[in-house]
């Protein structure tokens, strides 16, 4: 007879969690479920893809207890990924082996293919450790480079292996041209692919640098030796320039090689001292800056002012403002300027400006170290005062301004102060000054033109107007201009100069180029606001296209227009302004060799309806009217002008 042995068991086994992750080195509690019947007691044992209890490849797994009356087991996953990578943990009853249950456990990096610190700052030639993790199996070789070179250069930095998975970067003594730069490990493993890993480096300079002397005083000619003084770099190197200019050139001084007669350049950067050779003559810009730029942080510079002295070797000074009318009691700044000399400084003074006569000590006045000057509080006889400023490093130098002080009338401005000589038309003459009484007549200022008084009118205390005919600017003369306040005696201000100039209307062109960028002895006419501050005043206030004869737009600056293709065409603008007057000549500046100065004929004339002042000015442009921006001149029938720049664009 035939006999069959059984367990007796019917039983099933689940795992749970039945499937999950865990990162390397990590751990995991699994559950061993049983149902069935025949089964005494719950017993299981614990295997890793068959191996009991697991080993270091695959990770390991021991029993844990119970939870509720359930076998625990705690997984622990190995340091690196299996291959494959996913394991089954086996929990097999210990009653019947053949009764199992299996879950299934992803082994995952904890820090995939990394690299710690991911970003770093380091100074020049300073170092920085760095570790690199990887994802893959033991027995990987670690490479690692900068900016793709192996092993890095001095350019960008070296770096080098101090284990299996570190690194130490050096940073290179001069600033790298592409900062930051990019440090990466790669791994490679016995089998499979290869895998990488990087981090950012920012290269950071602390490098400071100094000229020394760090000033310097010489004469024309002479020479004087600067050395660069450069830290927190072994790079000491340096380029010198002057005014920005790389070794400086004969006008505003060189730099040469120490030692060198005739004066010999240095080449490129260099270290140690070098002499510098002040110009035959005074600069343009005086002192001038002798600076020294380091190679390793082109970003990092020192330098040295050296002032080219006079000829005569001594200071010049100016002081500034030169005369000055001032009240009794009143106050004035003035400022003194110093060249020639290193120190600066003035030391202020005030005496009578007549020798022997006027006042003294502080019936002058008083003046402070920084140049304010406060006036007496009554005028002295004479009534003029000196103010000195006197070079502290030269004291054989100084300049004085002149202070007059004064309770009766004083003119300062005269607006204009020049006219052309045939004006057609009288216009307003404005005094500007002080201590004029209002109104008008007998009982208040006059302005006397050549000592004879004229019919005037005193808005202020600070401002007379009266009229010049045309015939009194026919001929170029100068005229006396001065202010009466009535009284017994009249007190009279200072006589003032009014200039009639010949008449000249001329146009020239300045033509510059490259090869020729300087114009010498040309006449630039400067339209100044010469009758601003008289009763009528001319302006261009707005400015538009006019069509349909009376509808004036107001556009802004430029207008453009466009050129016909062939023939020529009208284009229409109007101008609004204070008493303008189609009487008067509107012209365009033009391109060089235009006729007459310009390409673009012009007539103009009044409009009708719109608002007093409105001129229309008709535009007569051709196929060959050049393109680009015009200006606007405006000149009256006695010569002065008005301007509007870069009213017009020609397209």
Known sequence: ASVTLTSGVSVTITVSPASVSVPTGGAQLFTANTTGAGVSGTGVTWSVNGISGGDSTVGTIAAAGEQNGSPVALYTAPPVPPSPAIVTVTA????????????????????????????????????????????????ATVAWDVNGIAGGNSTVGTIAANGADSATYTAPVDLPTANPVTVQAMATPPSGSAATASATITVVSDVTISVVPSAATLSPGQRESFAASVTNTTDARVSWQVNGVPNGNSTLGQICQSGTNPCVAPVGSSTGSVDYLAPSATPPINPVALTATSSADPSQSGSATILIANSSGS????????????????????????????????????????????????????????????????????????????????????????????????????????????????????????????????????????????????????ECVTAINPSDVQSAATLTVQVENPGNPAVFSNPVPFVIVPFDISVDTIALSSAAPVAASKNIVVVEPTTEAASSPISVDSIGLLTGGDNCGDQGSPLTITRPSSGT???????????????????????????????????????TGLFPGTIELDLQISSATLPGLRTLFITTLNNDRAVVSGMLEVQ
Do not use: H
Not at 576 to 602: C, M, Q, R
């Open 92 to 139: 097999t009853s210990t009653a019947d082996s053949s009764k199992f249950g299996s879950a299934s456990v992803a082994i995952v990096c904890a820090n995939a293919n990394s690299i710690l610190p991911p970003t770093a700052s380091v100074a020049l030639g300073q170092t920085q450790s760095f570790t690199a993790s990887f994802c893959m199996a033991a027995g």
């Open 315 to 462: 200071a010049a000074i100016t002081v500034s403002p030169p005369y000055v009318f001032l009240a009794p009691s009143a106050s004035m700044q003035f400022v003194a300027a110093v060249s020639g000399a290193e120190n600066g400084g003035v030391t202020w003074s005030v005496s009578s400006a007549v020798t022997g006569q006027g006042c003294a000590g502080t019936a002058c006045g008083s003046v402070t170290a920084s140049g304010l000057y406060v006036a007496p509080s009554s005028a002295p006889s004479p009534n003029a005062i000196s103010l000195l400023a006197t070079s502290q490093a030269d004291p054989t130098q100084s300049a004085a301004a002149t202070i007059v002080l004064t309770n009766g009338p004083a003119i300062e401005v005269l607006l204009p102060s020049s006219v052309m000589a045939g004006a057609v038309e009288g216009f307003p003459l404005a005094v500007q000054g002080m201590n004029f009484i209002e109104g008008s007549g007998s009982t208040a200022s006059s302005i006397l033109v050549n000592g004879v008084p004229r019919t005037t009118t005193c808005s202020t205390a600070n």
């Open 569 to 607: 065409s009208t284009v229409s603008l109007c101008i609004f302004g204070d008493n303008l007057d189609p009487t008067f000549t509107y012209s365009f500046t033009g391109p060089a060799g235009a006729p007459n100065g310009s390409d673009i004929g012009v007539t103009a004339s009044s409009i």
